[in-house]
């Protein structure tokens, strides 16, 4: 009947638990395992936690540096439309109505401008500035009295900057000093 007793006893205890892990000793052993088990679980939540938050903070940098050059490729192509505009005001006025056209290709150019403005695009300011080979071609040298050494003195196409990029660098006569 003992062996009966012991039978039911150990059908009792839940799938997998031996009669000694109902042991007291052996019991914090679990304990202090299924906790140690807890913790694991735990830090490996925050570790995956933590990389998913790198990664989606990396493909929003991605996402942000793919607009901003597919941006910056648009307004590369409307670069030139500027600069024929450009020319076109600076064309000597005739007397067969030309103001009016004169006046059309400047609301042309203002609203150019104005878009190519709104989208961040801002022209260098080269002439009297130093040369600086990051933001200007230059296309010629000139000794020129009473200018310093480097300084712009001319400018033959505008440069443009999109934020902090480079969009075109400008293109510009460069003063040579005396010798």
Same mark, same amino acid.
């Given at each position: 009947?003992?062996?009966? *007793? ?8 839940? +799938? $997998? ?5 109902? @042991?007291?000793? +052996? $019991?914090?052993?679990?304990? +202090? *395992?299924? *906790? ?16 998913? @938050?790198?990664?989606? =903070?990396? #493909? ?5 540096? &793919? ?13 030139? &439309?500027?600069? @024929? ?13 030309? $103001? ?8 042309? !150019? =203002? ?18 500035? @130093? ?20 300084? #712009? ?6 440069? !443009?900057?999109?934020?902090?990029? &480079? ?5 510009? =006569?460069?003063?040579? $000093?005396? *010798?």
């Amino acid at each position: 009947m003992e062996e009966n *007793q012991t039978n039911t006893a150990a059908e009792a205890l839940p +799938s $997998g638990e031996s009669p000694e892990a109902r @042991d007291p000793e +052996s $019991g914090a052993t679990d304990i +202090s *395992q299924v *906790q140690q088990q807890r913790d694991e679980y735990y830090d490996l939540l925050l570790r995956k936690t933590a990389e998913f @938050d790198n990664y989606r =903070k990396r #493909i929003e940098r991605d996402r942000q540096a &793919l607009s901003e050059a597919t941006s910056a490729d648009v307004m590369q192509e409307l670069l030139p &439309l500027l600069d @024929d505009l450009e020319r076109a005001l600076k064309a000597e006025p005739g007397s067969d109505g030309s $103001g009016t056209y004169r006046r059309g290709v400047e609301l042309i !150019y =203002k609203r150019v401008e104005d878009i190519l403005r709104r989208r961040g695009v801002r022209p260098i300011e080269a002439l009297g500035a @130093d040369f600086d080979p990051n933001y200007h071609e230059a296309v010629a040298h000139d000794p020129v009295e009473g200018r310093r050494d480097g300084e #712009i003195i001319e400018e033959f196409r505008r440069g !443009y900057m999109l934020g902090d990029r &480079l969009l075109r660098p400008s293109m510009v =006569k460069v003063a040579k $000093g005396a *010798q």
